[in-house]
């Protein structure tokens, strides 16, 4: 793939994509500064994305190791639209599989989490070991005689799909490509995100799971955008959490398939220029007043004065620090019109009771009903109300610019918007 320095929206040649009516479709002239409607639309588009993105040269997230902390832990959850099953097996390896028996097809893990000797098909009692093994096919011999499998069946032959597997600071990614470089590797310059925020052991806290009525993108490109969180977020601008006049960057991957950026509270630069247009904004409220303000109160726990940090990968994968509020966001698409985001909330293992707690408290900043993010899920619905059926209508993404590095690290910015249209179309192979 091009780096951004030398991608250009022409540099790619790709093919038309045709609808269910054979209609040629094509990407708008301006390439990755426009997204047309019927991408979020088309269900010949999401069935194409599971294969070319989701199951294609990408690392998904699938959990934390904590959450699978014994031999025989198994958590069950998706890649796209695909179950799979991450377990840790009796050498304490961890292991995916594509919850799926090779026999006919059956899922075999229906539980969210569990403890498991081995993986049981309930249809025909085909066992698999935790790494994905077939090790008895009930009846394979037959019986007096007659039935069973072919005398050249070998149970090495039929074991589970499974998947390339990687960590990165408690962190569980898999891929079903055999292509795609090392995890650390791709995510490139990001991955400092993710190490100064997970530096230690990790232990759950709870679970948000909300289903949105949008199509996967929307909300995929809605923590990647930088620059909407202190227009369309009251509480971020009208207390101070996050504000443009504050101290704020943001850092890319070489790719550009993946993003964070941080806002450090209490370092306000105010101008003649943000003074107007703050004045401007419905989420500037200095009337707002909290009952109970404790909130706010956060301890900067890195000693760096980053009061906000919001990581993204690509596809599906967000990482935030809201104040002393941690967790793991990981987008599921449901079809082309609907997703899930399951928020999983969590502290250090040596975390104080005090810390749990404030972080506990400071989570209702975030998930479904959060103060902040409850906002999100709703402006997607209202974006996949607004684009009906998708036959007109693009979006116009030039904030900061028209090209993959223009904007540079500013927060005022759809760099990262850019970014991911532009990788989107290359592995769709859209023109």
């Excluded at 450090?264 to 247009?277: L, R, V, W």
């Amino acid at each position: 793939m091009n780096t951004p320095a030398q991608a250009s929206q022409e540099s790619v040649v790709r093919g038309p994509i045709s609808t269910r009516d054979k209609t040629p479709r094509h990407w708008p002239a301006e390439g990755y500064t426009r997204a047309p409607y019927w991408v979020y639309t088309d269900p010949e588009i999401y069935a194409q994305e599971q294969v070319k993105i989701f199951r294609g040269k990408t690392w998904n997230y699938l959990g934390l190791e904590a959450e699978v902390p014994e031999v025989g832990s198994f958590k069950t959850t998706y890649i796209g639209d695909q179950s799979v099953v991450l377990t840790r097996a009796e050498d304490g390896s961890l292991h995916a599989v594509v919850n799926r028996c090779a026999h006919r097809g059956n899922m075999l893990c229906r539980d969210a989490f569990g403890q498991a000797k081995k993986l049981y098909c309930v249809y025909h009692a085909w066992n698999y070991n935790l790494k994905g093994d077939l090790t008895h096919a009930a009846f394979s011999h037959g019986l007096r005689g007659e039935g069973g499998l072919p005398k050249d069946f070998q149970l090495s032959e039929h074991g589970l799909h499974k998947l390339r597997v990687a960590t990165i600071c408690g962190l569980v990614f898999a891929t079903f490509s055999n292509e795609v470089e090392p995890l650390e590797e791709w995510l490139g310059d990001v991955a400092a995100g993710i190490r100064r925020v997970l530096h230690k052991p990790l232990k759950v806290l709870g679970y948000d799971t909300q289903r949105i009525h949008a199509n996967w993108k929307t909300y995929h490109e809605n923590p990647r955008d930088s620059y909407h969180a202190n227009i369309l977020h009251t509480f971020y601008g009208t207390f101070g959490l996050s504000r443009q006049s504050q101290e704020s960057g943001m850092t890319l991957d070489k790719n550009g398939r993946h993003v964070y950026f941080y806002t450090k509270a209490g370092t306000e630069k105010k101008s003649e220029d943000f003074d107007k247009t703050s004045a401007a904004l419905r989420s500037v409220n200095d009337d707002m007043k909290l009952e109970d303000p404790s909130i706010l109160k956060w301890r900067d726990e890195f000693g760096d004065g980053v009061s906000v940090q919001i990581l993204t990968t690509y596809p599906s994968f967000v990482l935030h620090q809201i104040a002393n509020s941690l967790a793991t966001r990981q987008l599921i698409p449901r079809g082309v019109g609907e997703s899930d985001l399951v928020w999983t909330y969590f502290g250090f293992a040596d975390d104080d009771e005090a810390t749990t707690q404030t972080r506990l408290v400071q989570a209702n900043l975030a998930g479904s009903a959060g103060m902040i993010s409850v906002e999100d899920a709703a402006v997607c619905e209202m974006m996949q109300k607004a684009m009906a059926d998708g036959q007109s209508g693009e979006s116009f993404i030039e904030m900061g610019g028209k090209t993959l590095e223009s904007g540079g690290t500013s927060k005022l910015s759809e760099r990262a918007i850019r970014n991911f249209w532009h990788n989107y179309r290359s592995d769709m192979e859209l023109a």
